[in-house]
């Protein structure tokens, strides 16, 4: 939808508009059609993995380095290691902060 239209709705809210009912199905087919690519474009989004430091690990998490040492020895948050820098999914962050495979946070004192 033409931002101006919006601008000039909120300016102007008790403005009167004539139009078609051929052109008001236009629009809103028109409307459908852009929110449904807004919204295919943000699910794509959401699904494209993203990877984050240790140090901001730790800052998601809340846990130090010690704790992410440990999680990676029992494989419950194993890093990709690209040469010598550790990088973690953060798919995997989300799994751990919605509650997934507790067993490794048992006990967690870090």
């Not at 000039?8 to 459908?32: F, T, Y």
């Not at 699910?43 to 998490?61: N, P």
Request: charged share 30%.
């Amino acid at each position: 939808m033409n931002k101006d239209l919006i601008a000039l709705a909120k300016e102007c809210p008790g403005l009167q508009v004539s139009i078609s009912l051929g052109e008001l199905v236009e629009a809103g087919r028109m409307l459908v059609a852009e929110t449904k690519r807004e919204l295919e474009q943000d699910i794509a989004d959401s699904k494209a993995e993203t990877y984050v430091s240790r140090a901001q690990a730790m800052q998601i998490l809340g846990k130090g380095s010690t704790t992410l040492w440990r999680w990676k020895k029992l494989g419950y948050l194993v890093p990709v290691t690209v040469g010598a820098i550790d990088r973690y999914r953060m798919s995997d962050i989300r799994r751990i902060m919605e509650g997934g495979d507790n067993a490794a946070q048992e006990g967690d004192a870090v």
